[in-house]
């Protein structure tokens, strides 16, 4: 409905067409609206900042335009014809439109909208991520927010395929630390979990060589975890483990643990929080002889990629978040 450049619609020829051939224009549409809210000409002229003269002769333009009447006079005031209400319901949604077109253009703009795609690996998703989105959920709710939880091998893939805006994890080493910019958090801490009530639950220190012949769940092969378990083992000339299950599912691996004698080394704060919330108690942290300490994990984008307003603002909550989590523990 709204007007074409000339030329453009020379060739319609359904009545559908015919607004646009002939010159409707936002101010009609607004003229239209003011009148079916306020019922006077002078009232719709005051409301649109014109003259009454004016809004008369927009008024007659209109009725040309549609080569039908929009209204008729009544001893006080006017009433839209049927002609003037179908009008006056199609311009409000016009307007509608128009307004969300510009306040979404202007979030985007401003980093206030839009969406960003975020990854995280399962330790800085619940300590970093998840504080920073509910802060930024509070401030801007109308910015769209993409999590994913993963390895950090499958999020460095996935940014680089600019499906992602930004991660919290680690670099892998099979790829090339130049391609991204990458800001060091800190060390992630890993425990090993199993079902309340387990045999080595009775013990106050828990040391590698007990643990070799118990069934374990681990990540996905090859994972950083895995490594740091396995480079353990080795250091203290304990026998790897050989009944092994690998799943990316944290939910699977809670389940096997809890319903078995199996092993499962996941993130320290991770841990916590499980065992924190697990109101029937089934789950247990071991107390262990060893620190498991990964390596640190990073705030990390691609180089030379500009990000959208949106993956701007999630960025800066993010690192506001990591500073606040610093001077916390610095206190």
Not at 114 to 120: I, L, N, P
Request: aromatic share 6%; proline share 6%.
């Amino acid at each position: 409905m709204i007007a074409h450049p000339k030329g453009m619609v020379d060739e319609a020829s359904d009545d559908g067409d015919m607004l646009t051939r002939v010159g409707i224009r936002i101010p009609h549409l607004r003229m239209i609206v003011a009148l079916d809210d306020y019922g006077q000409v002078s009232a719709a002229a005051s409301v649109l900042n014109m003259s009454q003269p004016a809004a008369s002769r927009m008024v007659a333009d209109i009725e040309r335009i549609l080569e039908v009447p929009i209204y008729e006079r009544l001893p006080r005031g006017i009433a839209l014809t049927p002609y003037g209400k179908a009008f006056a319901l199609r311009a409000r949604t016009i307007l509608l439109e128009l307004r969300e077109a510009g306040r979404e253009i202007s979030d985007l703009r401003h980093g206030t909208g839009g969406s960003v795609f975020m990854g995280a690996v399962t330790a800085p998703a619940l300590q970093i991520a998840l504080p920073a989105i509910r802060k930024i959920r509070d401030k801007y709710p109308r910015i769209t927010i993409n999590m994913q939880v993963e390895t950090s091998n499958t999020l460095a893939k996935e940014l680089l395929a600019s499906r992602h805006d930004l991660i919290i994890a680690r670099v892998p080493d099979d790829m090339n630390p130049t391609l991204f910019n990458s800001l060091e958090i800190g060390v992630e801490k890993a425990c090993l979990i199993v079902r309340k009530g387990h045999p080595l639950t009775r013990f106050q220190k828990v040391e590698l060589s007990s643990l070799s012949h118990y069934e374990w769940v681990f990540q996905p092969s090859g994972s950083l975890l895995n490594r740091t378990i396995e480079r353990l083992f080795l250091a203290r000339l304990a026998p790897l483990p050989d009944r092994i299950i690998n799943t990316s599912s944290l939910l699977m691996t809670l389940i096997m643990v809890r319903e078995s004698d199996a092993i499962s080394p996941i993130a320290l704060e991770v841990a916590k929080r499980f065992v924190s919330e697990d109101a029937s108690g089934t789950l247990a942290i071991l107390p262990l002889g060893f620190d498991i300490n990964i390596q640190p994990f990073s705030l990390i984008t691609v180089k030379n990629r500009q990000p959208s307003p949106a993956a701007k603002t999630m960025y800066d909550f993010v690192l506001a978040e990591i500073e606040a989590q610093k001077s916390r523990e610095a206190t």
